[in-house]
């Protein structure tokens, strides 16, 4: 199978995947890859406007102290922020951040307990989930990683796609350790690959298996199935006139989870 007829089958899987978690909450732009912020490791418009809309006193205080600078003041606060947290990116989705003259600015809003909250619904409903296909994300290379999930612009996850057609999930997995590597040759740390700074998880997927870690290095990368079993054993059950994977995207990535 060559390379054309490889990249074919994969677009169309990726293809799929964001085009159903469009159609059930998540955001999803054919062009967004190109607003993607590779130093910061960003969404930086899902930040902004987060942030605009859940704390707009916040956000007119920020103005005013930062004389139409203040989008990149909170850019750049929010990575040192995460680089500062002992649980990355985690920590600061739960518990926010700091800026001077504002205080503490919350990244995201939990699912209320108590419907009769109106004000904390709205908040919740306002978490914006993104999908964002082939981000290159490296300032040495134009190497693309197959979708990237955001929560209000700060990234959670990473995924490998593979198609049992033509590659296996196997593959998915040796591109991470080979070709996905926390440092480039000279030392330089890549922000959305570093463990806390960057993603949360990384998935390998192919039609029929997955299989994840939380921290990349290397060739030594560590991955574990997140598979559900197939009849007592490995792997994943057939479904009819679908994928064997596709609870990852209907049930894992379910907006509410």
Do not use: C
Request: charge should be neutral; hydrophobic fraction near 40%; aromatic fraction near 10%.
């Amino acid at each position: 199978m060559n390379s054309l007829s490889t990249a074919h089958h994969e677009k169309h899987f990726e293809e799929h995947i964001a085009t159903y978690l469009s159609e059930h909450g998540w955001v999803y732009d054919p062009t967004a890859s190109e607003r993607y912020d590779r130093a910061r490791a960003l969404f930086p418009e899902d930040v902004i406007a987060w942030i605009k809309v859940s704390n707009p006193e916040a956000w007119e205080k920020l103005e005013r102290l930062n004389n139409g600078d203040a989008e990149k003041r909170v850019l750049d606060r929010l990575v040192k922020a995460v680089g500062e947290a002992k649980h990355g990116i985690v920590e600061v989705l739960r518990k926010g951040f700091s800026m001077a003259g504002t205080g503490a600015i919350a990244m995201s809003a939990v699912r209320p307990e108590d419907d009769r909250n109106e004000a904390a619904w709205q908040a919740y409903e306002g978490n914006i989930l993104r999908v964002v296909r082939q981000v290159r994300y490296s300032l040495d290379n134009e190497n693309a990683i197959d979708l990237v999930f955001f929560i209000n612009g700060l990234p959670v996850a990473t995924v490998e796609v593979k198609t049992d057609f033509t590659q296996s999930v196997e593959d998915a997995m040796w591109q991470y350790k080979k070709d996905r590597k926390p440092k480039n040759a000279k030392g330089r740390v890549e922000p959305l690959l570093t463990a806390k700074r960057g993603a949360i998880v990384h998935f390998a997927l192919s039609d029929s298996e997955i299989f994840m870690t939380t921290r990349l290095n290397g060739g030594k990368t560590a991955f574990l199935p997140f598979n559900r079993g197939k009849h007592g054993g490995a792997g994943n059950a057939a479904v009819p006139g679908g994928y064997p994977v596709e609870y990852f995207w209907k049930e894992v990535l379910q907006r509410d989870h």
